[in-house]
């Protein structure tokens, strides 16, 4: 069965800082991921996806994810933090192998919050 | 430019009306979804439709019913609605094995 963890309800990081929202994720055939953001009152917007090629993704507003097979997992990165980064991220992911099953399964969500 | 169009985006309404979400989008997706989201938690799906005259129920049973007449539209409509139906409700489409596009959303508070 696909599923996918975020195992992190929320993440706390300092302006200028690294930031990391884990993600893991578990399908039988090969995954397509993605990372969503979503603002206060408004609908998800996308960041970046993974479909096949180069592990390293780069996204919107300086996001880049990295692909690990062995680990299963996409953690999305951010060099430098912006307090206007703080937002709900949601991963998702869908299997390859799904067949007429073309929904994604979401995570569900880490919540992000950059301190000035 | 090709989007997705929610309205309205904030409705406040009485226990036992009728109500319809719109859902429209010019992208010439095949594939639609309706999400309910409580602020700040998880998403739930509770329709989908892979084309016309296609719907099928979500993970989350709803009291809500969806149609699809056209490709680019996907109302949703609550025959009678309850404090319980108080949500922010999402709509999506995609096409291929690639991504979601999503609406800004409707926030439905049922007094």
């Known amino acids: 069965a696909q599923s996918v963890a975020q195992p992190e309800d929320q993440v706390n990081v300092a302006e200028g800082n690294p930031l990391t929202v884990k993600c893991t994720y578990s399908v039988s055939g090969n995954p397509y991921l993605f990372w969503y953001v979503q603002y206060p009152n408004r609908g998800l917007q996308f960041l970046l996806k993974y479909i096949t090629g180069d592990n390293l993704v780069k996204g919107s507003y300086g996001f880049e994810a990295e692909f690990n097979k062995s680990q299963t997992s996409f953690h999305l990165k951010k060099p430098s933090a912006l307090v206007s980064d703080s937002a709900l991220y949601f991963c998702?992911?869908?299997?390859?192998?799904?067949?007429?099953?073309?929904?994604?399964?979401w995570g569900l969500g880490t919540s992000l919050a950059v301190n000035p | 430019e090709a989007d997705i169009y929610q309205t309205p985006r904030y409705l406040v309404i009485g226990t036992g009306k009728k109500i319809t979400l719109e859902c429209s989008q010019t992208m010439g997706h095949d594939k639609m979804y309706w999400y309910q989201q409580d602020p700040g938690m998880e998403l739930h799906l509770i329709h989908y439709?892979?084309?016309?005259?296609?719907?099928e129920k979500g993970d989350l049973s709803s009291e809500s019913t969806v149609s699809r007449i056209r490709t680019e539209h996907f109302p949703l409509t609550l025959e009678s609605a309850r404090p319980s139906h108080t949500s922010q409700y999402l709509c999506a489409s995609s096409d291929h094995n690639y991504g979601y596009t999503f609406g800004s959303g409707t926030r439905l508070t049922v007094v």
């Open positions: 439709s892979y084309g016309v005259n296609s719907t």
């Open positions: 998702a992911v869908r299997d390859s192998n799904a067949g007429n099953n073309r929904k994604l399964i």
